[in-house]
Every structure is written in C-alpha cells, then in structure tokens.
C-alpha cells in the first residue's frame, strides 16, 4: 500500500486524512512529512520551572502575506487556553523544526504573537507554516484543559536505527463526552528528536553458544538441527521455505521434495523459533527443543490457509439523537485474523480515534453519524468484509416511526362488491416493519436485548356492507415503535437427482462442520435458520454416495416464515479403473456432437494415501462433470459462484464447467490423494477471448460455500505439435481434501434485475408475494452475440420481500444482446406464471415501458409455442444507458445501484411474475399477510394467536350433485368471553369435481383452529359454521366426529339443515374423522400440508388429487336451481366480467408441481413441461 498518499496536516480542525491508503476520519494531530528529517526542538514541553507551556496553535496558513499566530486571534478561537499575561513565546514549523532553525525572518513577542512576512524571506521563497506556544505564569493557566484530556503516553520508542537520529512520540486521549466538543480541538500527539542505540553495544546474551554478528540470535557451530515439513493429509511439504524468527527475519533453508531439511548453527536452547511458510497454507512457528545433544530434530504439520470468513456482521441499530451504540463482527479463518477496520459510509474511522477491535462503540451519537457501518479484517491469506450495517437516527423530539400507515388494499369475498369504489377492494392500512430506537438497557451489546420495529399501535373497528350482511374489519390507524414480532426462519425443500428426479433418502445436511439434519424418504428437510445468519450454506452429504455432495448457498427470508428450494443433485459417474503407475486421461464433458471442454491428465506414481504413503496399484476413478453446454444443467450448480477478492469484496464468477473427483483404493474403502494433476482446457471452448486471459481453477470451500483459487493456466506449448489446430491451456492443481473444481473466469461486468410476484394478474403492490424465489441463468453468448446462446454461464436465486426482489446478472453496457437470461419464479415448488409476450407486448402488464422494453427483448418461453409452460421469460440483459431517462428506474440496475434497485418504488419498472390461484378466498378480521410474520398485530380476533407456531385446520365436505359449488367457513368466537359472537374471518372454496363420477366433488375448507388467544390466557373453541352456496341440505355428519363433538361440551344447535354448526374441536383429530390439523413455524407451509392430507385423505400422506370419497367428515346433497333462484355466488359466476374473472381461467384445486414431464425447446436445451390434462 502506497503510504505516500497519506497526507499528514496539522490544523486544529476536523479533516480526512488515510490509513495503509484507506480514507479516514480522524483529529488533526501533528506528524512529520513522510520523508524529511526532524530537527532539535528548542524547549521542553510541560511544566518549566518559571511557569507553564500552553498546547502549540496554529490558526493560519502561510498563503496571502505569509504566516500570522497573532495572540488575540489565539484567544478569539481558544480563550481561556491562553493565559493574560504569557512571559514567553515560541514557535516551530508544524515538522518540529524551531523557528531559529530555519533560516527565515521571522518576528515573536509574547505579548503579541508571531508572523512571518513572505516578501521579507529569500527570492523564490515563501514562509513555513507554525505553531506558537506560550509560557505563563504559575497558576495563570486554566485548568480546565487538563481536565479533559488524559495524561501523556510515555514516549514511543526511537525510529532511528543505531547512532542516528529519529523521532519518538506521545499522545493522549481526550475525555470531553463528545470527541467533537470544541475543547478537543488541541493537539492529541507529539513528537520529540531522538538517537539510536550506540551501534557498539549487544544487549542479546546466549545460555549456551555466541552471539552471532548481527546481534540478532545465539550460534551453536557444533549443533545440526533435522526438520520435516508436512502437508495436512501427511503428503511431504516440498518447498517449504525456512526463516530464523529474529528481528530480521532470515531465510535459512527450503525443504526438498521429501518435504526434509538440516540446518546447522542453531542453538537447542528452547528458545530459537523457526518460521515455516510455503503458498496456500498458514505460516506455522516451531521452536527448537532444550537439549544437549548435537543434534536434534523437528516436525512440523502446516494447515491450510483459509482466507478470513464473517461468521458475525454487524446488525442494523436505530437510535435517538445522543445515545450510544455498538457494531460487531468475527471472522474465522487459518490463520485467525486479529486486527479489524471499521469504516463509515466507506470511509475508515481512525483506530487510535475511537479505539475498536471488532466491536465499535459509538457515544453521544449526532444526526450526521447516521449512515452505513461495515467492518474489514485480513490475514495472510485474504480479506474479507462484512455486509453494511444501517444506523438510522432521529432527534430527540422526533417519532421513531412515521405515525401515518401506508395504503394496503385486501381483497373482499366475491360477495361484496363495493359500489362506492367500484371494486372488490378495501383500504385497511399498514405500518412497515422498519427498524426503530425504542427503549435502551444500559448495556451497550452486539446485538440489543430487545429489538424494536414500526408496527400498527392503534386501529380501528369498522362496518363493511356486503350485500345481506357485514363484516367487521379492524383498520390500521396509526403507527408507533414497539417490540418486534418474534419469528422463525426457515427453508425447507426436497434434495432430489438432476436427471431423474430421484429423492435423496435420508442424506445428511451439514451446516459448517454440524450436521444439523436429515432428507426424508422423498427427500424432503426443514431447517431452522440459526439467528443472525447472513449467507445459509448448507452441503447435502449422500450416504450412499450415488450422488455428488452438494454445497448450496440458500437464500431466505428474513423477516420469518418459510422458503420452498428444490436441490438438484448430480449423480455420480460410474467409476473407471486406472494403473496408479501409468498415466491416464480422463476427458471434461461429454455433449453429444462436440469435443470435451477439457481434460484431466493424471501422471503415473501422482496417487498417495491420507497417511502421506505413496499407494502403487489399481485406482478407482470417479470423475462427474458439470457441463454448461448443457443449459438444463444450470440448478445442479454448486454454490453460488462466488469469491472473495483482494480487498474483502465478494466478485461473482462465470464457469466454464465444475467437476467432482473421487479416487479410491481397489477395494474402494479408502480415499486416496493425488497430486501435480494437470487440466488440459480446450482455448476453442471459451467463446469470449478476453475471459482466456482471466481463466483460473478453483476449488470450492464447503464451510464457506465461497470458491477459492487453485492456480493459473498457461498455454500449453506441449500439445502444439500434436493438434495444431486446436490451442489448450493447461493448469496445475492437487487433490486432497477438497474434491470439487471449478473452470471459471472473474467476470465484472454485473448488473441487478428487478422482479416481483404477485397474487394475481391485477398486479396490485398490495397483492405481491413474498418468500417466492427468483432465479436466472446467465447464458454465455456466442460470438458476434447471436440471439441463440451455446451455454449457460451462472446461476443465481434471490427471495422476495415487501419489495420484491434483485436478483444478480452479467450485463453489457456496450452490446445489450452480449449477456442474455432466463428468470424463473417458484413458491412452495410451484412455478409461477410470467406475463405474456405473445400475440403482442403490452408494456403495462409486463411492467416495464416502451422503448427499454424493446431493447431487452423479452420473450416468455411459449413465445413461440403454445404449448411449452408460461413459466419462465428470457431477456438481453442490456445495461442501461447513464443518460438514458427511460432506463434510469428500472428494471435493470448497475452493481453499483444494489440500494437503489432494492428500495424501487412499485411504481418503477420492474418484471413480473403472478401466482394461478385457485378457487379459495381468505378474510381476516384482523389483516395479516402470511407471506410477512413480522406484520403480525396482537389482537383477540387474529385468525393465527401466535407468530412463531401457526396451526391450520381444515374439514372435508363431500358434495353430492351436479354442479360444483362454494363452501365458506364462518368463523367466530364461540366459548372465550372476550371474542364471543365475534367474527375471525371467513374461508371460502370451490369445490372439485370427481374426474371419475359426474354428480360428485369435494372441498378441502379451511376453519379457524380452537385453542388459546394470543394472550395465551383462555381456550376459546371457535364457532364454526360449514355453509355451501345453493340449494342445498346436510346428509350426514361423519360418526366419529358426532360423537366427538357431543362427548366434548358444550354442543352446537343445528337446526338449519342446509349448513353445519360445531364448536371447533381442541384436539388435533385425523382423517378419521375428516378433520385435517397441522402446526408450523410457517403459516403456508401449515397449510399446505395440512390441504396435501386433506385431499389425500389420510393423516400422515398428501397428495395433489382430491380422492373424494376418503376421510369425509360432512355430506351435502347439492341440487341445480331454477334461474329464478340463482344464489349470489351462481350470479357472479355467470357474470365474470363485472367481478374481474377472466372466463379463460382454468380452475384448478392445487397447482401440479414443477416435476412434470420434461421436454426441451427445440435446439435450445432448456427444461419445459407439459402440464397433463388432468391437472387442469
């Protein structure tokens, strides 16, 4: 780092100067200029025996007439630092040299002060810049300064080397409870001239041998120390270089190939330390043992060197005006990083300043400390940064919170159409969740004992007319800071193989070094995201080893709930049996009608065993390769492609393909090493000629889920004469403990896509979803950016928020068809639709205007054929123009626009994705968006009366008759005091017609679960009447659930035949009795898994087909009306138009999941299915 950047000045003022190059705020303190030497200074500081000296001032520059520390400027600006009556005055440069020293004019009175004229100073010369101070009187001085500020350091030792002159300093620390309080504005550092050491002079005594010349270490000429050197796996550390830890550091020797060494001289005093160091693994210090002998050995094992990994960032805080806060963060690595920068808004807060290691203390914050926080640590193999912390302040009399809601509209049941807003919707009003300063402990922690956000402090109950009846509706009025609803975090999904959809049975998941859980028969797992946690890695292990071992970087949402990833895992390549003694070639990439990406060359006698034993014999190779030709092949990516550059910023990668390695013993029940492994890539398989230069190997590290480089490639002069017209470049690279391997170019040329999801094809902001994940694949364009991509090159997934989200992509700035996409949204395992490109665009549905729209060339993937699924859309990801109003907001964002693309308002562009509900309709009383935990109210009347365990119930009503029809729970209080006759809110379902008996559907309907209200005070078993929609009456009532209901009291009166009445049941009751019941730490997952059981008709299974006749608890004989005596429901389904029903939608009970049967669009390779009729 070029330290000649840093600019040292000595006003008394607050500026930025630099750390190692880093920007840095800091006090002004006085320095020397790097490079001039320092000159004697004329009188002592401190206490003299006629009086006291005051702090040095330096008011003004030497600029205009020349240089004026005039005595009652001093006193304008320091006042009382300045005593009436000074006996003597004296000045030096700001580089410590007196002004008699300097050969200029200049002119002191203690009385008046000190100046210097430039036009009295030699030809070509100007006046230096000083610093005055004054001596005064016993006792004339105030005191007051000396109170704040912290007794001097003692004096640092002497920069100069023996006999010569350097400079010792000092400082001090001011006390005031602001270090911007005006009094701090003295100097906090001094500096005095100094000599080294006599030169003649050893202080270094030996216990047993000489001092050497250099006085640096003890010589023992009769001792021969022997030394080995091994790698992790015991493999012979070749190259290993040897230095003498001493003052000077000294290279004494470098290991052989056997990893051996001798050094003669040593002393085996116990205290001469070696220092081993050798490329990619961790220095390590071996000390000499005591003894007597004259010769003696040592070992020493290295350890790989791991870059620095946050394991701790620093949390958003929110604070008022003049209170404190602190930010932490702990990185891991090999070796352990020790020193940590903080910065503020990417500037370096000085260390001697505000005195952090890796926590920050902020005190007596002001309004203009608010700002991003973010801290940097390295070791010797890298950097890292953390991820920015926000500080949101506000004045002391100011809200926390903006008291005002925002507009959310929630959609009505079909029955209540307003006519005063000509819509089926209702504004209740919404506070967003935002961090805010609350109550504070006394304790100042890394993370606050109590976190607090915005949320709903005060609503209001109000009357909705619908037609025959009304429904309450509890509206947000205002907004205040209270606790934050506690949540959990939660991703769950299936791991299952690329190629078949196999399940990993039973498979293990490891976070970190943990295993933290298991797939189920199908593949399926739920874990609970560890609180605090940035990036979730999580590597799924097959114990039956048919499949890779899988490293997956999973996005999820942090404000609670759960996100749905389906894992896709590579199966293993057969394995293939090599002489460990002769050399082999294994070819990268096996696509049809084209040559391999590249080759693995392994050298004869290159195999070795975990003890370090060299092995000689048959050699099982199982070598899987991840070939991105194949654009099918894109989920199956490991990781997220990512890695930490130099200075601790996380850069993305393009691949060029991975590959797995595993090398086993004959009887494959040991795993076996190698080394100097050579890969051949094919220069013809890298389209884009600038990514050649940049090409590297990498390895991936499955603690981090980050890549890390293994070497470089060069061209391979070895293989001209053999194939002229091909070109390769070869890389070097050994095989031990990790065993998956990356082609991959640092690609910097990256841009944000905007997307969001929302309920339905309306579009609304208040209808988007969160939780649904959004992926791209980045296509690799061929040359001249032809509109057909060969490959794919990266893979990325993001999870929506309130906002949407921002998913990572390569872009072009100077060619918009250079980098093209694919984007994909799924929630739960469903695939959601995109908006339609054909038969023409219509800018306002796809949510992005014309003509940037022209320019990035969207396409749905049924563009083209009707036929293939609606569920993806491609587009050029074209940068977009720094001038260009039109491409200013959105959908596309430069890099460096993270913040700007995540806080878009809805009204800018962005691309869209909508959920195919089916024929089920929710109301709350209390609104609650269940893709939002943390928007949770405390309320008697929520439909769910706790935000970390949500339990869904639902019955099964079978419907005897021609048509299908509506049935709605209406769900209110039935035995708790507080909620009695109140409503919770209604449920509403279509029924689904049996594919095999005409006069014959079913509904799974959901009802409000008995139990304890939020206060967790009082049981309420919830009233629940079962009401289907025409002319229709019960038949009968399953068995067992009568008898349960009238063994359980109080019993519910049912004297209207054409609904049913009961006092929900407390107890999760099953299929027997056709009551499905299911608790989550995520509403929707509860759901749906109770509505999978319900269909089934089972208590343990779960099915996407309703089965009709199974696990029925109520029957209704359903008959066909006269047209005469349509019910409101039969109306507004012969009358969609009004109600915003497009007739062309397709009713479907539960969506059919996105494991369909597969196809391919035609010359592209990209995955497709044709939705089977039966799922419509």
């Known amino acids: 780092m070029d330290r000649t950047k840093c600019l040292f000045s000595f006003l008394l003022l607050l500026e930025a100067t630099c750390i190692f190059g880093e920007r840095v705020l800091k006090q002004s303190v006085s320095r020397i200029h790097l490079g001039q030497k320092p000159h004697s200074l004329s009188s002592k500081h401190g206490s003299d025996s006629h009086g006291t000296w005051t702090t040095w001032f330096n008011i003004d520059h030497p600029g205009g007439n020349g240089d004026y520390e005039r005595i009652d400027a001093i006193r304008f600006y320091y006042r009382d630092r300045v005593c009436p009556m000074p006996i003597r005055i004296e000045a030096r440069t700001t580089d410590w040299t007196p002004a008699d020293s300097t050969g200029q004019v200049v002119h002191l009175d203690a009385r008046e002060g000190f100046w210097c004229l430039n036009k009295e100073q030699s030809a070509g010369q100007t006046c230096l810049n000083y610093a005055v101070r004054f001596l005064c009187p016993p006792g004339s001085l105030s005191q ?150 004259n010769s003696s050995s040592v070992h020493v094992h290295l350890k790989r060197a791991d870059r620095p990994y946050m394991v701790q960032h620093p949390e958003d805080k929110a604070r008022r005006e003049g209170q404190a806060a602190s930010f932490c963060c702990h990185a891991v690595g090999e070796p352990a990083p020790d020193r940590y920068l903080w910065f503020h808004n990417d500037t370096l807060l000085d260390p001697a300043l505000y005195k952090y290691k890796g926590k920050l203390l902020l005190k007596n914050l002001r309004l203009g400390q608010a700002g991003q926080y973010s801290c940097k640590t390295s070791n010797d193999a890298g950097s890292v940064k953390s991820k920015a912390a926000i500080l949101t302040l506000v004045a002391k009399d100011e809200a926390p919170c903006n008291p005002k809601p925002e507009s959310y509209l929630i959609r009505l049941p079909h029955d209540c159409y307003q006519n005063s807003t000509g819509s089926f919707y209702y504004d209740v009003g919404r506070c967003l969740t935002d961090t805010c300063a609350g109550s504070l402990d006394n304790g100042l922690r890394c993370k606050d004992a109590i976190a607090y956000c915005c949320g709903v402090s005060r609503t209001e109950t109000r009357e909705i007319t619908c037609g025959r009846y009304t429904l309450p509706i509890k509206v947000a009025v205002e907004c205040g800071c209270q606790k934050c609803v506690e949540t959990k975090v939660v991703v769950r999904g299936r791991a299952v193989a690329s190629d078949t959809g196999e399940p990993l049975r039973f498979g293990h998941i490891y976070l970190g070094n943990n295993r933290v859980s298991m797939t189920g028969y199908k593949g399926t797992f739920s874990i609970q995201v560890p609180p605090a946690t940035e990036r979730l890695v999580l590597t799924f292990v097959d114990r039956l080893q048919k499949f890779v071992n899988t490293t997956k970087v999973l996005p999820f949402n942090k404000n609670g709930g759960a996100v749905f990833h389906e894992i896709k895992m590579l199966r293993k390549k057969p394995p293939i049996t090599l002489e460990s003694t002769e050399s082999s070639v294994i070819p990268l990439g096996d696509m049809e009608g084209d040559d391999p990406i590249a080759e693995l060359e392994i050298p004869p006698n290159t195999f070795y065993r975990q003890n370090g034993e060299p092995y000689t014999g048959k050699v099982k190779a199982s070598v899987t390769f991840l070939d991105p030709r194949n654009v099918s092949s894109a989920a199956a990516a490991q990781s997220d492609l990512n890695f930490v550059g130099d200075e601790g910023d996380m850069i993305p990668l393009r691949t060029y393909g991975m590959f797995s390695m595993d090398f086993t013993d004959e009887t494959a029940t040991e795993s076996l ?125 993001a999870v929506t928020g309130f906002n ?339 007739p062309l939608r397709e009713r479907i009970g539960v969506r059919i999941p996105s494991d369909g049967r597969t196809g391919r669009i035609r010359g592209k390779g990209i995955p497709i299915v044709r939705i089977p009729q039966r799922a419509q």
């Not at 391979?716 to 470049?729: A, P």
């Not at 919830?1022 to 109080?1050: A, D, W």
């Open 673 to 797: 090493n190698a080394g100097k492994v050579k890969v051949h890539l094919d220069s013809a398989q890298v389209r884009m000629p600038e990514h050649l230069k940049g090409m590297k190997l990498w390895s991936l590290n499955p603690q981090t889920g980050l890549w890390e480089e293994e070497g470089d490639f060069h061209l391979d002069q070895s293989r001209r004469s053999k194939r002229e017209e091909r070109t390769f470049l070869v890389g070097n690279m050994e095989i031990r403990e990790r065993r998956l391997f990356n082609l991959d170019v640092p690609e910097s040329r990256r841009c944000y896509i905007k997307v969001r999801a929302f309920r339905s094809e309306r579009y609304l902001s208040s209808e988007q979803v969160m939780g649904v994940v959004i992926s791209v694949i980045n296509l690799e364009p061929t040359a001249g950016y032809s509109s057909n991509p060969r490959a794919w090159g990266r893979f990325d997934s």
């Open 144 to 293: 007051n300064s000396k109170m704040l500020w912290s007794s001097w350091s003692k004096w640092s030792e002497c920069t100069a080397p023996c006999d010569q002159s350097g400079i010792q300093t000092r400082t001090r620390t001011c006390l005031a409870e602001s270090l911007w309080d005006p009094r701090c504005k003295e100097v906090s550092e001094e500096g005095r001239r100094c000599t080294g050491t006599p030169c003649s002079v050893c202080n270094l005594t030996c216990s047993m041998g000489h001092v050497n010349a250099e006085c640096d270490a003890c010589m023992c000429e009769e001792h021969l120390l022997h030394g080995k050197v091994s790698l992790p796996d015991g493999a012979p550390a070749a190259g290993a270089s040897i230095y003498l830890q001493a003052k000077k550091t000294k290279l004494l020797t470098i290991s052989n190939k056997e990893g051996e060494f001798q050094i003669p001289g040593v002393c085996p005093d116990g205290r001469t330390v070696l220092h081993i160091k050798k490329a990619k693994y961790a220095a390590a210090l071996a000390t000499v043992s005591e003894g007597s002998e």
């Open 804 to 1142: 949407g989200a921002c998913v990572p992509a390569f872009c072009d700035d100077q060619n918009p068809d250079a980098y093209s996409a694919y984007v994909m949204a799924a929630l739960g395992g469903e695939e959601l639709e995109a908006v339609p490109s054909s038969p023409r665009l219509n800018p306002a549905a796809i949510g992005v205007p014309q003509p940037y729209l022209n320019k990035l060339k969207y396409r749905r993937t049924d563009h083209t054929d009707r036929h293939v699924k609606k569920t993806a859309f491609r587009i050029s990801v074209a940068k977009p123009t720094p001038n260009a109003a039109e491409e200013s907001n959105g959908p596309i964002y430069p890099y460096d626009k993270h913040r700007e693309c995540e806080g878009a308002p809805s009204t800018a562009a962005h691309f869209r994705f909508y959920r195919v509900e089916g024929d089920r309709y929710d109301y709350n009383t209390v609104p609650f968006n269940e893709d939002d935990p943390m928007n949770w109210t405390e309320d008697y009347l929520a439909w769910w009366p706790k935000p970390m365990e949500f339990r869904a119930c639902y019955i099964k009503v079978k419907i005897n008759g021609p048509l299908e029809v509506n049935v709605r729970s209406r769900n209110t209080g039935g035995t708790h005091p507080r909620t009695v006759g109140q409503l919770y809110g209604i449920r509403d379902v279509r029924s689904i017609r049996d594919l095999d008996q005409p006069n014959l559907s079913t509904a799974c309907l959901e009802f409000k679960c008995s139990g304890m209200l939020y206060d967790q005070g009082r049981v309420d078993r919830t009233l629940v009447k079962i009401i289907p929609q025409g002319n229709c009456f019960r038949e009968s009532v399953n068995s067992m659930l009568h008898e349960y209901l009238v063994n359980h009291l109080p019993v519910a009166v049912n004297n209207d035949s054409s609904q049913y009445t009961m006092l929900a049941p407390l107890d999760p009751l099953g299929h027997n009795y056709g009551i499905y019941t299911v608790t989550d730490q995520d509403p929707r997952t509860a759901k749906e898994i109770a509505l999978g059981r319900c269909f089934d008709g089972t208590s343990d299974g779960s099915s996407r087909f309703m089965k009709s006749n199974v696990g029925v608890a109520l029957t209704f004989s359903c008959q066909e009306r006269d047209a005469q005596q349509e019910s409101v429901f039969q109306s507004l389904r012969n009358v969609p138009g009004r109600y915003g029903v497009s």
